[in-house]
């Protein structure tokens, strides 16, 4: 099993170098602490700017400068600023290559379910809609199982969608599901250690093909 | 003849945030609001607006500010009736409200109520984005598929005045915003029929290079030197020194 993590450094090895990349709030916004130091990664913030730097150092906070998330951040030598309009349209327009975010339900078709929960105050889907329908590649990170043990990963979503067919690819802390296009399958191609195909089996109600032979790791 | 600085626009220039919304309010109305989260929102307009007592507005934002700034003092004080936003997490009174049903809202993709805003600055009637495809969002909604892809369709976005904050401002209108304060801003300058706009910094037109203009002043019709910006910041994270 994999802690946060250890979640963070599995998603970040799905970065290229030369990518642009839209992270999430939540475990996903760890993955920039996996960045390998010979890649060139741009991180976009939705609300209007690419290359997004680290937390400043304390008392060099700037109110006008935030991410997504609403945090106080820096700039990096080769950081530009934009509108909401112009952010959006870098995002819908596909010029992203990656967008990791968290979920609450996948489907194994590829729908993703992450901004509301009937009956609960609903917050908004803020930008995530637009990143899932606009961005080449989608990976989602979350928990394999929800807090009373029940399978996130399954044959349809039940919560209202983010997206319908969206994602390409699925980490949890048990294991990594794949599939090559959003015509296809997913496939398990990893395993977290210590954990078997049997355990996922039983936390799992999606279907999903199995590699063989599979990654150990 | 080439009018010269001399004769330069003074029209647009108001002493304060009330003076300036003078006129442009009344019940009802639909109100564009600039910012993300608390960065780039214009305090001293978003205070004018609460003091001057109008209600049910329609606000226009991505976000509601949180309890007691920003938004959240509009919100306080019962004087929005709806609001089209993306994204309200952190205000409890905006629950509040909400869950006894005294307040509306319209929850739209934040990229799709950034194109809104922008297709209706710019003449455009609607356009068909992928955005939402297959989600709530569609429901009643017409939709198109192109090439296997089913896009639906999203109307422009108007208001009656826009409100936003940008850095620095000269006395034509002509706007620059500073970092990630840009955010909604330069959208909703274009798509309200009277833009007031606050800057921390009033000069004189001329004191900017052309090139460095991101809001023309076309579509600033008022504006004013805002004072006393606290600027709040919502989360607060910093790294340490090594």
Known sequence: ?217 | MIPSVAISNQRKVFPDATSALQGLLSDGITVMSGGFGLCGIPENLLLALRDSSVKNLTIISNNAGIDDVGLGMLLKTRQVKKMISSYVGENKEFERQYLAGELQIEFNPQGTLAERIRAGGAGIYGFYTRTGAGTSVAEGKESRIVNGQTYILEMGLTADVAIVKAWRGDTEGNLIYRKTARNFNPVMATAARVTVAEVEELVPAGSFDPDHIHTPGIYVQRLIQGTHYTKQIEQRTVRPRS
């Open chain 1, 1 to 217: 099993m994999w802690s946060r993590e250890q979640l963070a450094a599995r998603a970040a090895k799905e970065l290229q170098d030369g990518f642009y990349v839209n992270l999430g709030i939540g475990i996903p916004t760890l993955v920039a602490n996996y960045i390998e130091h010979d890649q060139h990664i741009v991180l976009q913030s939705e609300n209007g700017m690419l290359g997004m730097g680290p937390f400043p150092y304390a008392g060099e906070e700037d109110a006008d400068l935030i991410n997504a998330g609403k945090q106080t951040i820096s700039t990096l030598p080769y950081s530009s600023f934009f509108s909401s309009a112009d952010s959006f349209a870098m995002i819908r327009g596909g010029h992203i290559d990656l967008s990791i975010l968290g979920a609450m339900e996948v489907a194994e078709n590829g729908d993703l379910a992450n901004w509301m929960v009937p009956g609960k105050m609903i917050k908004g889907m803020g930008g995530a809609m637009d990143l899932v329908a606009g961005v080449k590649r989608v990976v989602v990170v979350m928990e394999h199982v929800a807090k009373d043990g029940s399978a996130k990963f399954k044959p349809k979503c039940l919560l209202p969608l983010t997206g319908a067919n969206v994602v390409d690819m699925l980490i949890t802390d048990l294991a990594v599901f794949s599939r090559p296009d959003r015509n296809s399958k997913f496939e398990l191609i990893e395993l977290a250690p210590g954990v078997t195909v049997e355990e996922i089996n039983a936390k799992t109600t999606a279907a999903f093909t199995l590699k063989a032979p599979m990654a150990s790791i």
